[in-house]
């Protein structure tokens, strides 16, 4: 079974630094693109920051210059490098993946359990 597990929200006052992390384990076959979103309170879930294996790296237009994706595709992982947080930027990040689980299968949508990221002072 895929699993997409999240790590590295919480609590950070305006103007400081999270890095949130997400592994995907499981049996699977390959995984096409990884990426971030986040939904906050009455709000709809949005793109944060994605990108296909080997491709570039789409951004938000709120978060470019302050957030920084990453993938290690050896370890199936992405990260999120959140610096100059803002209250604005409070929300329940959810890791995305697109990932085939077998060799004959077509890719299916997945997604994390969310984590929550809290700027306030």
């Known amino acids: 079974q895929v699993q997409l597990v999240e790590s590295g929200g919480g609590l950070v006052q305006p103007g400081g630094s999270l890095r949130l992390s997400c592994a995907a384990s499981g049996s699977f076959f390959s995984i096409f693109g990884m990426g971030w979103y986040r939904q906050a309170p009455g709000k709809q879930r949005e793109l944060v920051a994605a990108?296909?294996?080997?491709?570039?790296?789409n951004y938000a237009d709120s978060v470019k210059g302050r957030f920084t994706f990453s993938r290690d595709n050896a370890k199936n992982t992405v990260y999120l490098q959140m610096n100059s947080l803002r209250p604005e930027d409070t929300a329940v990040y959810y890791c995305n993946a697109q990932i085939r689980p077998n060799l004959y299968g077509p890719y299916g949508n997945y997604w994390g359990q969310g984590t929550q990221v809290t700027v306030s002072s």
């Open positions: 990108a296909t294996s080997g491709g570039s790296t």
